[in-house]
């Protein structure tokens, strides 16, 4: 028997803002509220033990920022590269320069704390 990514756990300064960032991001929904002040997001009908992991935005008085040991990588399901890019834009992620270049396929982007993440070329097909 092996282990599965259950959920991922991303200290924040601001619960609420990024539980409605990356809700929009992954097309999920608020699964659950703890008292410490954390919010846990995940596949609508699905939840925590479903085929995709969950995400838990934990309150931090000092979450570190930008390039985590840990990042997300996100592909789009219903567009193309470029036009994912200008929807995760518009929800707020930014354009980061780790020293990438122009020749990379991916897009190197932060959330709205500053925590990396990439924007990577293929469309893969949703669950």
Not at 83 to 97: I, S
């Given at each position: 028997?092996?282990?599965?990514?259950?959920?991922?756990?991303?200290?924040?300064?601001?619960?609420?803002?990024?539980?409605?960032?990356?809700?929009?991001?992954?097309?999920?929904v608020?699964?659950?509220?703890?008292?410490?002040?954390?919010?846990?997001?995940?596949?609508?009908?699905?939840?925590?033990?479903?085929a995709?992991?969950?995400l838990?935005?934990s309150?931090?008085g000092?979450?570190?920022?930008?390039?985590?040991?840990?990042?997300?990588?996100?592909?789009?399901?219903?567009?193309?590269?470029?036009?994912?890019?200008?929807?995760?834009?518009?929800?707020?992620?930014?354009?980061?320069?780790?020293?990438?270049g122009?020749?990379?396929?991916?897009h190197?982007?932060?959330?709205?704390?500053?925590?990396?993440?990439?924007?990577?070329?293929?469309?893969?097909?949703?669950?």
């Amino acid at each position: 028997m092996a282990c599965r990514i259950s959920e991922l756990v991303l200290d924040c300064a601001d619960p609420e803002r990024l539980a409605v960032f990356w809700s929009e991001v992954l097309g999920y929904v608020e699964i659950g509220r703890e008292e410490d002040g954390s919010i846990e997001i995940g596949p609508p009908d699905a939840g925590f033990g479903g085929a995709q992991p969950t995400l838990v935005l934990s309150p931090s008085g000092d979450p570190r920022r930008g390039k985590l040991p840990l990042h997300l990588d996100v592909n789009a399901t219903d567009r193309d590269q470029e036009a994912e890019l200008a929807r995760l834009l518009a929800l707020g992620a930014e354009h980061a320069d780790i020293g990438q270049g122009d020749s990379v396929s991916w897009h190197v982007l932060t959330d709205p704390e500053g925590n990396e993440f990439c924007l990577l070329r293929t469309r893969i097909q949703p669950l």
